[in-house]
């Protein structure tokens, strides 16, 4: 129960193409984290896997049947909508009682279901409110909650933290990874946000463009990306990608993390202009302007000191460097 | 603190009432007013002499006033009820069918439901005194192909039916309204409340009852005080179906047939404007109070939501 | 310049006729008059003149409705005086009756014409029944009885769907041989006689009687229904008024008669309505009341009668001057003049005035008495309650 | 939305409901059409069957075109019917506008003052209107006839245009507002595109009663300039004798022409806007 | 030209308080990210700037004259709305281009100006769809861009990059820094990411439940937080929070953020057993149950590996730790 295959599913709305051939296999239990540039297809995927769009092409199968005519009512899922899309004439409560009233659920058995979820998520002030009434955040809980009370076998949220602030951001996340053990639900969970997409999940699909570049466990995707496109895409700041022959390396690009360089005032491999200096706190991202490499980013843990224009030199850490042929591929 | 200083005056808000206002008080409401305040006048050897509320004790004491009034307000009555019933929820209901995703034939349907109600009363009427006349025998007929001959009377020539039968003219006349409105009022449900009901396995039935219909009650909110106004105001069917004298025996008569004969006259008599104007101004007041309530009690009390 | 007349009337009917025959007709002997005909529909004829007028906006000839109708608009001064528009005296005081004040001294429209009452027949029907033309009530019902034994056609063809046909061509039809047509009328007048006097009642008791002759269903049954389903030669007897003879020319297929109301006893004196019903007016606000007049006088000659009486069977002129007449069954209808006493409608002439409005309630009550949801003797108290409601003769 | 949200009983009794509909609100007007095509005995004798050569007859055609210049009613009707609605909908729009969106002193004694409208027949007023129109020269002109129908049709547009106003999210005016839109272009540019499916809403239900009317035309511009075809019709009606062929002839022309505006704004219907403005 | 001064504004809703008094004062051409968790008041506090809500009381001041009878479009002000608040019948081109079209800006220049938002954005292929037929950060960016194009002298951003993906954000983020120096506009920004606040603020706000918490520069929040919840809600990981009196401190809490602890298997201040690891990548989460600390969080920088159940020993860096009273305050 909760096993999702998705067999080249492509969609179209008009001639854009914005599914091109979509493949994956998603077990019975796991955690699926989409990501991947604004636009690429990741909430199209959601709502044709939920049948709330009919692919062009393709099969969707749950639980081992062809979904195709099974109506999203009859799917066994829950989605979190990216645009909440909450009833607007129900309270809070109602907004997540509603389609366990409509289940035939007991009411007893509804309020304590409501109960957890808005005590998951902070809500229980609110839950006589209507969504007009409701901050931004807010509404995007509600929107978690009335997925999280139905306890369906296969969860689609959709950028469901975006609007929640980070210590909220942290308790919900842990929150959902507590449902994901206790329900063993599969879940399907679209983000933008690095950790997120790190800490959940067991497997990280990477889409670009309607297309799917890489699937992979979170480190799996950090330690060994596939392609340029990846390895840009996963860690922030992003990866540093170097021209080889700048450097007189056979290929055609050389990517470094910012976190595998390290600065030295005195000596190193690239010398360089500091340019501008980020202080976050816990670590400084430092823009050097290099002779050799061009413009890369640096991170550095903790406080930094570091005035534009001061010069510095930066080091690759030994191993932690990628190659990337002409087609973007990684070269091992 | 110090004082806010105080808004400007936001004269777009006259120039947005303007032109409205201006039409419709020249056009609109100086004549009717005009006409009204003669009910409070009587002519004697042609002059028009104010009696103060002298018309309405004679529209209220004298029977040969009352006895119709009462008896036109109590069809009205009638006619209102079996429009809310019947025209209203099958409006709704046509509307809600309308409305469903990719219905094909959408088009086709909602204009074709639409039709009658773009058709003159001398074409409803006509089309349906023949449909109905036991002599040209189009019911009978139709009813014989279904065995039901035995039921057909000739029910707009029968004191106890005509009535009923001329609202269900009427509501087939008109059931396109209240379709477009509350069609337009489904439609601008946005869809995503409609997707997220889907997936929480509201469908059907229920999603209707439980999404859709709270938030498309204004619109119902509206069509029932339509319909209200329309039904206490209506004349043209019964006056072209039946006569001026709502017949047989008045069974037919509501208050727009009643005040026309009283304020026009019809054949012998002599139209009345005073008497008349009383009587509008009654059915004013009637229809006045219905719509206070609902823009007092009922409209404010709806909740309406944004999309 | 040209002058030009516009004359209202509710006689859509008659348009092709004025446009064809009657305006062509006058402007050749005035040139420089142009005459417009414009009628609207019956139904609204006379809310639309009556806002006209009081705007102002009405046409310079006025077509009048016999007695108060027309009597209300000259008392309110939107009709100008006629008594001395060369052309009256062509007409009989009878005639002018129905458009003077009551006390006779000014008349403010010219009398066209009057319509004559009785019953139009098929004579294809009765001859392949043999019948015979009723001239008594007994003979009238045999017939009915006898159209209805055979099977093959309605035996008669009336509704009581649009209550006026009860009314004018039931009651007002044979009331007259009852109440002893301009005597009864007179006394009622007076307040000598009330309508719940046995010769008023005895017409309701008869039109009560006439119940299972009529076709199924005539409770729904509209006076078009009756015209098309006696000139489709599926009813045998019509009852009717003298203005269908020219449609029913037209349209019916098969050879038509007409008989006056029957009498009770052979010999008896028959009494038919011979009810004056049009005439034309001058708006008073005319601003071409010469050209008008001029038009009028020509509208009370002989030769406006000619045209207009052949014109219109059955549309029979109240001039002076006998008018000859080509239609063979108008000639039937007219003839009836001469054996026959003649009277106007019972509820026009003073009676038509008040609330309740006693010709209104005759519509109703004709209709409830067929449709047999009142008695006759009902029906009478409630038509002479509601006249005594506001009705007090002799003051 | 996809095809899997739809059942196919469901479907299926959709269109049951809405075909058995159709025939029910069909019935009588094909009846009207068919039997304008037929001659009276036609009509009378079968009404119910469609013309055959028996009863085939253009007479009723015959007559509407040969009496008096229909082509030139039907543009009277055209310009009176669409410059009325064009008024009625740009006034009405803008006064339900300024009921709904702003808070006045007097705003709801407004939207009550403006609502007196529909709870009077305004026949009542035609001597008072008809003595205006004299006093200005207008009778007999379409000019008159557009101002009243203009006014006749206001109340009922203001009434439902601002229950659907009411419904425009006050973030996207007010997004309008910070963008330094006045309040004229937000409601031009921004709340009118919005309730586009109610305006045309309104178009129907405004331009049904004065197509159809026949008082006014009889009463303000009975000329045969400025005839409509309402008007032009009633010719037919006689006191005892109607030419039924004629205004069947008449009236079915006459359903065309509304017909097809109503179409055209019923497409406006769909065309509406799908949401996605207000996440 | 752009300076903005709140004076003791109060907002209420019916009986909910919202806004407890907010006093403020931004110069001319600063930079004030308002931070504070979902609810705080955040939204509601720039639509009393705009004039779209009227303050129960208190005043606003913009550039030195009470605005509070000035309509929003007479503020010269941009917004960026949370719900988006798009156009949904105008075409992207269209949303952003009608502010301009009636301030009577000229065709060429308005053409010109979309087509710099829309690059700064990435929006160009969309330029004629309509907000329906985008994605949700499509839609996002749309927001901003119709913002942007105004160049007003005060901008208002409310969580304007929230459903936009790492790199993606980054971009914009820096896009709209260098879009301040352009413009030498005030902008307010409303952020839920640390990132965000930390690199773009002159000046950070904080909030909490209607009221401001503390006001200062990124690192002096982080550095010297007025009280524990300053402490706990910027940097994140949050700091870790431990009873005074378990330490035998005289403070009431002791908080030590996650990163200025270090770990040692061997030897260290407080021993702990392993609970749980967050990889990231570029760093690692612990969570380590500690005997004397209780549960705390351990940031590392970079790769770490430690199982669950393993014992570690976790130091507080010297002269990182934070000391707060029972009242919550810093104790300095
Ligand atoms: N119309 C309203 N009626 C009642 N309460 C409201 C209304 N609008 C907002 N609120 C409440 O006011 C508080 C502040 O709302 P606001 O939108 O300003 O929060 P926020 O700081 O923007 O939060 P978020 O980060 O979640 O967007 C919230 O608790 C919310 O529930
Ligand atoms: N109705 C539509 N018509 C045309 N194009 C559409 C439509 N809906 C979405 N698109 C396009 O399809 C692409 C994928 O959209 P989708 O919403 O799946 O993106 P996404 O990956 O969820 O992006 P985001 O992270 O911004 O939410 C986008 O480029 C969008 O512009
Ligand atoms: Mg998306
Ligand atoms: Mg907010």
């Known amino acids: 129960m909760g096993s999702l295959v998705i067999e080249n599913v492509k969609k179209a709305f008009g001639p854009v193409e914005v599914l091109k051939g979509i493949n994956l296999e998603v077990t019975d239990g796991e955690f699926v984290v989409f990501v991947g540039p604004s636009g690429c297809g990741k909430s199209t995927l959601l709502r044709v896997i939920a049948g709330l769009e009919d692919s062009t092409s393709g099969r969707v199968v749950i639980d081992g049947a062809d979904v195709s005519a099974t109506p999203p009512a009859k799917r066994g899922i829950a989605m979190v909508f990216q645009t909440y899309a909450l009833y607007p004439h129900l309270t809070v409560k109602n907004n997540m009682g509603l389609g366990l009233k409509q289940a035939g659920t007991p009411a007893a058995e509804i309020d304590r279901r409501i109960g957890i979820a808005s005590s998951m998520l902070s809500l229980e002030p609110y839950l006589e409110r209507r969504p007009a009434e409701l901050s931004g955040g807010q509404r995007q809980r509600v929107a978690i909650g009335r997925a999280v009370v139905r306890e369906p076998k296969l969860f689609l949220f959709d950028e469901p933290l975006s609007n929640l602030d980070a210590a909220l951001r942290v308790n919900t996340r842990l929150e959902i990874a507590q449902l994901h053990r206790r329900l063993k639900a599969t879940m399907i969970y679209v983000t933008h946000d690095q950790v997120e997409a790190m800490t959940l999940a067991d497997k990280i699909v990477v889409l670009n463009a309607g297309r799917i570049e890489q699937i992979g466990g979170p480190m799996e995707l950090y330690n060994s990306p596939a392609n340029e496109f990846v390895a840009g895409f996963i860690g922030s700041p992003k990866m540093n990608f170097i021209d080889g022959a700048r450097l007189g390396e056979t290929a055609k690009t050389i990517g470094v993390r910012p976190e595998h360089l390290t600065v030295d005032a005195k000596s190193g491999a690239w010398k360089g202009t500091v340019v501008h200096a980020e202080h976050l706190g816990a670590d400084t991202n430092l823009y050097l302007d290099c002779e050799k490499a061009g413009l890369i980013t640096v991170r550095i843990f903790g406080v930094y000191d570091a005035e534009p224009g001061a010069t510095l030199y930066a080091t690759p850490e030994p191993g932690k460097t990628y190659r990337f042929g002409a087609d973007g591929k990684t070269i091992k | 603190m110090a004082a806010r200083p105080k808004r400007p005056f936001r004269w777009h808000i006259g120039v947005f009432l303007a032109p409205a206002v201006l039409v419709y008080t020249a056009i609109m409401i100086l004549p009717l007013a005009g006409t009204l305040q003669l009910s409070l006048f009587r002519n004697i050897d042609q002059q028009q002499v104010f009696i103060g509320l002298e018309n309405f004790r004679t ?128 439609l601008s449900i946005p869809e995503e409340v409609i997707e997220a009901a889907e997936c929480d396995g509201i469908t059907g039935m229920s999603q209707f009852w439980k999404i859709k219909l709270p938030l498309i009650l204004p619109s119902i909110g509206i069509i029932s005080i339509l319909t209200f106004v329309g039904n206490f105001n209506a004349f043209d069917l019964i006056y072209t179906a039946q006569g001026a004298l709502a017949g047989p025996n008045y069974s037919t008569d509501i208050l727009g047939t009643y005040l026309y004969r009283a304020f026009f006259g019809f054949q012998l008599q002599i139209g009345d404007p005073n008497m008349g104007a009383a009587i509008a101004t009654m059915m004013f007041l009637i229809i006045l109070g219905g719509v206070c309530v609902y823009l007092f009690l009922v409209q404010t009390r709806l909740r309406r939501y944004q999309f | 310049a040209d002058v030009t007349l516009n004359i209202e009337s509710w006689r859509g009917d008659d348009l092709t006729i004025w446009k064809d025959k009657l305006i062509p007709a006058f402007e050749a002997k005035n040139p420089g008059i142009k005459v417009v005909f414009a009628p609207s529909a019956p139904t609204e004829y006379d809310a639309a003149l009556g806002a006209k007028l009081a705007a102002g906006s009405a046409g310079d000839l006025i077509t009048c409705r016999p007695f108060d109708k027309s009597l209300e608009l000259f008392k309110k001064g939107n009709l100008a005086d006629l008594s001395a528009l060369p052309g009256m005296e062509n007409f009989s005081p009878v005639a002018k009756a129905a458009w003077q004040t009551d006390d006779g001294k000014s008349s403010f429209c010219v009398p066209m014409a009057s319509v004559i009452h009785g019953f139009i027949y098929n004579k294809d029907a009765f001859d392949k029944l043999g ?117 029913f020319n037209t349209q019916a297929q098969f050879k038509m008669g ?117 008695t006759p003797e009902a029906a009478a108290k409630k038509l002479q309650d509601g006249l005594d409601s506001w009705y007090k003769p002799g003051k | 939305m996809s095809l899997a949200t739809r059942s196919l009983p469901r479907t299926i009794g959709a269109h049951a409901i809405l075909l058995t509909y159709t025939v029910i609100a069909l019935f009588p007007v094909i009846l009207v059409i068919m039997n304008s095509f037929k001659s009276r005995a036609g009509i009378f004798s079968e009404p119910l069957t469609p013309p055959t050569p028996k009863t085939f007859d253009l007479i009723g055609y015959n007559t509407v075109i040969g009496q008096g210049d229909f082509i030139h009613y039907f543009q009277n009707s055209l310009v009176v019917t669409v410059a009325s609605l064009f008024f009625v909908l740009l006034f009405g729009a803008m006064a339900a506008f300024a009921l709904s969106e702003y808070r006045f002193r007097g705003n709801t004694l407004m939207g009550l003052y403006l609502a007196l409208g529909i709870m009077i027949p305004i026949r009542l007023g035609t001597v008072a209107i008809l003595q205006l129109m004299v006093a200005s020269g207008l009778v007999n002109t379409l000019t008159a006839l557009i101002l009243v129908y203009t006014a006749q049709g206001l109340p009922l547009a203001v009434f439902i245009l601002s229950e659907f106003m009411k419904q425009v999210s006050d973030d996207l005016k007010n997004a309008g507002r910070i963008d330094g839109l006045s309040e004229y272009t937000i409601f031009f540019r921004l709340v009118l595109p919005l309730v586009r499916p109610s305006m045309a809403t309104v178009a129907v239900f405004t331009m ?34 109607t030419n039924w062929n004629a205004i069947l002839a008449a009236l079915s022309l006459a359903i065309m022409p509304v017909l097809i505006l109503y179409v055209i704004f019923s497409r406006q219907l769909i065309r509406g806007i799908t949401s996605g403005a207000v996440k």
Chains 1, 5 share one sequence.
């Not at chain 2, 009978?140 to 039921?151: E, N, R, T, W």
């Not at chain 3, 052979?266 to 049009?278: E, K, L, Q």
């Not at chain 3, 010469?290 to 020509?298: G, I, N």
């Open chain 3, 258 to 374: 007409a008989f006056p109301p029957p009498v009770e006893k052979a010999g008896d004196t028959c009494y038919i309505s011979d009810h004056t019903d049009i005439g034309i007016g001058l708006n008073a606000a005319s601003k071409n009341a010469d050209a008008a007049k001029t038009f009028l006088t020509w509208v009370a000659s002989p030769d406006f009668a000619t045209i207009y009486a052949n014109a219109l069977p059955g549309f029979f002129s109240l001039n002076s001057a006998p008018v000859k007449m080509e239609d063979p069954l108008a000639q039937e209808f007219v003839s009836w003049r001469d054996k026959c006493k003649s009277t106007i409608r019972s509820t026009y002439q003073i009676l038509g005035r008040g609330t309740p409005n006693l010709e209104n309630e005759t519509w109703v009550e004709s209709a409830n008495v067929i449709n047999g949801t009142d």
């Open chain 3, 131 to 247: 019948i015979k033309v009723p001239t008594t009530r007994d003979e009238f019902f045999a017939a009915l009885d006898k159209i209805k034994a055979d099977g093959t056609y309605i035996p008669m063809a009336m509704g009581t769907k649009d209550l006026w046909e009860a009314a004018t061509m039931g009651y007002q039809n044979i009331g007259p041989n009852y109440w002893k047509g301009e005597e009864g009328r007179a006394a009622l007048i007076k307040g000598e006689q009330k309508l719940t006097d046995k010769q008023w009642v005895a017409p309701f008791e008869e039109l009560a009687k006439w119940k299972p002759y009529l076709g199924d269903g005539f409770e729904a049954q509209t006076y078009p229904d009756s015209q098309n389903l006696f000139t489709l030669g599926r009813a045998a007897i019509y009852p009717a008024g003298s203005w269908e003879i020219g449609l």
């Open chain 4, 208 to 241: 049904i009663p004065i197509w159809n009317d026949l008082w006014f035309p009889l009463i303000l511009a009975p000329s045969e300039e400025t005839k409509t075809v309402t008007l032009g019709a009633q010719l037919f009606l006689g006191q005892f004798v």
């Open chain 2, 59 to 186: 529209l209220f004491g004298d029977p040969n006033w009352s006895v119709g009034f009462w008896n036109a307000l109590r069809n009205n009555v009638w006619f209102f009820i079996i429009h809310m019933l019947v025209q209203n929820p099958i409006g709704v209901l046509l509307a809600a069918l309308l409305s469903s995703p990719r219905l094909r034939f959408a088009a086709f349907y909602r204009t074709a439901i639409f039709v009658p109600t773009i058709l003159s009363f001398v074409i409803v009427g006509f089309a349906w005194k023949l449909i109905l006349s036991p002599l040209w025998g189009v019911a009978p007929h139709l009813m014989d192909l279904v065995g039901l001959k035995s039921l057909f009377t000739p029910w707009l020539g029968k004191e106890q039916y005509a009535l009923t039968a001329l609202s269900l003219i009427s509501v087939w006349q008109f059931i396109g309204i209240p379709m477009m409105l509350i069609y337009a009022a489904l």
